[in-house]
């Protein structure tokens, strides 16, 4: 008995990383699993050949369903195509699961144009693009439906990841405003922060510096450690299964051995004013008040660079 015996789910990114593994875990759940992936490299260029069949391969030689498809997940006639195979092959669509991505890492002030909107693209929209057509379905049906989103921790400020940080934040809003219109056909519409050891950690300063010092790829060595990509499928199947129905419009840290649930942003302080601010008076209450405590910031620390240099409070 899996949890998710009889359902059919389309993962995207499905050749690599978090999205192979979810695409695997929820084959073995008991789960008819569409594998799409475009099959690019880690900065979005057409790889010689797409892995996803390699991944279906698995899925069938254990046992499992699945059907690979090959597409951009921000193309609208890709995404139509993807959501109806698992309509066509299946007979319905029940969950819908968006890892797939890339990133073009560059400072604010050195990022292209292209830059800028290919990662916004694959990112938002590759989760806007699907989820549109299987919202169709889902509203069609009215009986289930599991969205379930990947942002990032990078959402909440990464200094040489403008594009995706802003990307990511924009799917936390997406994921939401999806709860929110969906809930009443019986959707649920959830998103991870996840992290895992995959190719695009091994891209980061500590991965380069690991291999400068002669030890390997962490993505190679990650198997059964908390940088094991498998260890965000759990929580996701959670989410995706009937068990995870009452759950809608939340944030979850899906990476290593503890899961996470976030707040929504909420306010922290108030500065009230009976009518229109006077300047002067804003300018005497603002260090006492919502500035209180926060300390000047003192230029560039790289020790700060994940952690944000926005002063603290
Ligand atoms: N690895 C981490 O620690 C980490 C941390 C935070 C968030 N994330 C997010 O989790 C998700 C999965 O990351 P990963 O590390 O497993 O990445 P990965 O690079 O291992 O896999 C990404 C997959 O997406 C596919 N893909 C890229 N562009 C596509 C497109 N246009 N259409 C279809 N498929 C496409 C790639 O071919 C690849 O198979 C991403 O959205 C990533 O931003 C990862």
Same mark, same amino acid.
């Given at each position: ?50 892995p ?10 254990? &046992?499992?369903e699945?059907? !690979? ?5 921000? @193309?609208?006639?890709? $995404?139509?195509? #993807? +959501?109806?195979?698992a ?75 403008p ?15 999806t ?11 959830? &998103?991870?922060?996840?992290? !895992? ?5 091994? @891209?980061?300063?500590? $991965?380069?510096? #690991? +291999? ?11 198997g059964?450690?908390p ?6 499928a ?11 129905g ?68």
């Amino acid at each position: 008995m899996g949890h998710l015996d009889g359902k059919v789910a389309v993962v995207t990114g499905a050749a690599m990383g978090m999205g192979r593994a979810v695409a695997i875990t929820f084959a073995q759940q008991g789960a008819k699993v569409v594998a799409w992936d475009l099959g690019v490299t880690l900065d979005g260029r057409p790889m010689e050949d797409n892995p996803v069949h390699k991944v279906v391969e698995e899925i069938k030689e254990a &046992g499992g369903e699945a059907i !690979a498809f090959h597409g951009d997940v921000a @193309n609208m006639t890709d $995404a139509e195509n #993807a +959501i109806g195979t698992a309509i066509d092959t299946y007979g319905k669509l029940d969950i819908l699961v968006c890892p797939a991505g890339f990133l073009r890492e560059r400072m604010v002030f050195n990022m292209t144009e292209d830059e800028w909107d290919d990662v916004i693209r694959v990112h938002l929209k590759g989760h806007f693009a699907p989820t549109k057509f299987a919202a169709v379905h889902w509203r069609q049906r009215r009986e289930y439906g599991r969205l379930i989103g990947f942002s990032s921790t990078a959402a909440h400020g990464s200094p040489g990841q403008p594009n995706y940080g802003a990307a990511k934040m924009g799917i936390v809003s997406f994921i939401r405003s999806t709860a929110d219109a969906l809930v009443r056909y019986n959707v649920t519409s959830n &998103g991870v922060f996840p992290g !895992a050891a995959t190719r695009m950690t091994d @891209n980061t300063l500590t $991965a380069q510096q #690991a +291999i400068r010092d002669g030890k390997p790829l962490p993505s190679t060595v990650a198997g059964g450690t908390p940088g094991d990509p498998f260890n965000n499928a759990p929580i996701v199947t959670y989410l995706a299964s009937e068990a995870g129905g009452n759950i809608t419009g939340r944030m979850f840290g899906s990476s290593g051995w503890t899961y996470r649930l976030y707040s929504d942003e909420s306010t922290v302080r108030h500065l009230y004013s009976p009518g229109p601010w006077d300047m002067d008076k804003l300018f005497e209450q603002m260090p006492q008040t919502l500035a209180e405590g926060m300390e000047a910031v003192k230029g560039f620390n790289a020790a700060d660079v994940t952690a944000g240099n926005r002063g603290s409070l």
